[in-house]
């Protein structure tokens, strides 16, 4: 599977983006719904983190505490895409963004299979 991030950018802080996965080359007997969804960032210096997460059909959906009522994930299997909404953003959501896709039906603290190569996300104070 071959994940294919973008709409990152320079926004002030309080402003919104919105960012898309495109999905293609699901293994075989796969499609784009039999994955788990996911998206994390990256900070310089600091560790890769879990930003949320959608169920295989959309749903149900986790998030960090840090992100929960301002970031909304979504999906649209006809598309084979899966967007992040992210809303009131702040300093600390900078970083490159990656979203991820798992095989495991599970949406919890769940390993993942495939990634894709980031989109940076810069907020200004």
């Known amino acids: 599977v071959q994940l294919q991030a973008s709409g990152g950018g320079l926004v002030q802080a309080g402003g919104s983006l919105r960012l898309s996965c495109v999905a293609s080359?699901?293994?075989?007997?796969?499609?784009?719904?039999?994955?788990?969804m996911g998206w994390f960032r990256q900070a310089p210096g600091k560790e890769r983190e879990f930003v949320g997460a959608?169920?295989?059909?959309?749903?149900?959906?986790r998030y960090a505490d840090s992100v929960k009522g301002r970031f909304t994930i979504s999906r649209d299997n006809a598309k084979n895409t899966v967007y992040l909404q992210m809303n009131d953003l702040k300093p600390d959501d900078a970083g490159v963004y990656y979203c991820?896709?798992?095989?495991?039906?599970?949406?919890?603290?769940?390993?993942?299979?495939?990634w894709g190569q980031g989109t940076q996300v810069t907020v200004s104070s």
């Open positions: 959608i169920s295989w059909i959309g749903s149900g959906a």
């Open positions: 080359g699901a293994a075989s007997g796969r499609t784009f719904n039999n994955y788990v």
């Open positions: 991820a896709a798992s095989r495991n039906p599970v949406l919890g603290n769940i390993a993942y299979d495939y």
